[in-house]
T-cell receptor, first 115, second 116 residues
Framework: NAGVTQTPKFQVLKTGQSMTLQCAQD?????MYWYRQDPGMGLRLIYY???????DKGEVPNGYNVSRLNKREFSLRLESAAPSQTSVYFC??????????????FGPGTRLTVL | AQSVTQLDSHVSVSEGTPVLLRCNYS??????LFWYVQHPNKGLQLLLK??????LVKGINGFEAEFKKSETSFHLTKPSAHMSDAAEYFC??????????????FGSGTRLQVQP
């Protein structure tokens, strides 16, 4: 099992460029999540998908869109990148959202710099 | 609304000495609590979790945490630090925000440094 995988690992963009971050999980989990991590702060939820075919906004969704392509894959798109989106992005998945013992499994992250 | 406060942004200990990383939380309902560890340039790994069973929770690599409802605390401890424990540690609270949906709130993290 690879767990949660993310591509790319690193990316540098210019302001206004677009890109898509890819995430896949092989644990047959129902729910998937996108977070961003900024210095001195914990992770903040951008978007999540409770199950295949559904997506919902998290705490900081502005400037992002997502697609739950199938049960395995959940992509995050930046349509017009801004320097404020410079961050480390983590994808996560979990089996039983809504259950008290539900654990999220995290990918290795994508380090994005917007110039 | 739920929140998490990690009381120390940096903790430095000597190898072989005890580790204490402090976490206080607030929650409207009965929360679940987690500690995650993040080694440099890596993703987050679950250390342990509290889900309303035993208040003293044992995790991986010798870590444990005690849930104290009266103090709204969930401090992480380890009797003897190892060099490989140097990492960033996140306290996380999970609370139900609506039927079938729980939200995670992360603390800002504590960077643990282990001196030889």
């Amino acid at each position: 099992n690879a767990g949660v995988t993310q591509t790319p690992k690193f990316q540098v963009l210019k302001t206004g460029q677009s890109m898509t971050l890819q995430c896949a999980q092989d644990m047959n989990h129902n729910s998937m999540y996108w977070y961003r991590q900024d210095p001195g702060m914990g992770l903040r939820l951008i978007y999540y998908s409770a199950s295949e075919g559904t997506t919902d906004k998290g705490e900081v969704p502005n400037g992002y869109n997502v697609s739950r392509l199938n049960k395995r894959e959940f992509s995050l798109r930046l349509e017009s990148a801004a320097p404020s989106q410079t961050s480390v992005y983590f994808c996560a998945s979990s089996r039983r959202p809504g259950q008290v013992d539900d654990e999220q499994f995290f990918g290795p992250g994508t380090r994005l710099t917007v110039l | 609304a739920q929140s998490v406060t990690q009381l120390d942004s940096h903790v430095s200990v000597s190898e072989g000495t005890p580790v204490l990383l402090r976490c206080n939380y607030s929650s409207s309902y009965s929360p679940s609590l987690f500690w995650y560890v993040q080694h440099p340039n890596k993703g987050l790994q679950l250390l342990l979790k509290y889900t309303s069973a035993a208040t003293l929770v044992k995790g991986i690599n010798g870590f444990e945490a005690e849930f104290k409802k009266s103090e709204t605390s969930f401090h992480l401890t380890k009797p003897s630090a190892h060099m490989s424990d140097a990492a960033e540690y996140f306290c996380v609270v999970s609370d139900q925000i609506r039927t079938g949906r729980r939200a995670l709130t992360f603390g800002s993290g504590t960077r643990l440094q282990v001196q030889p």
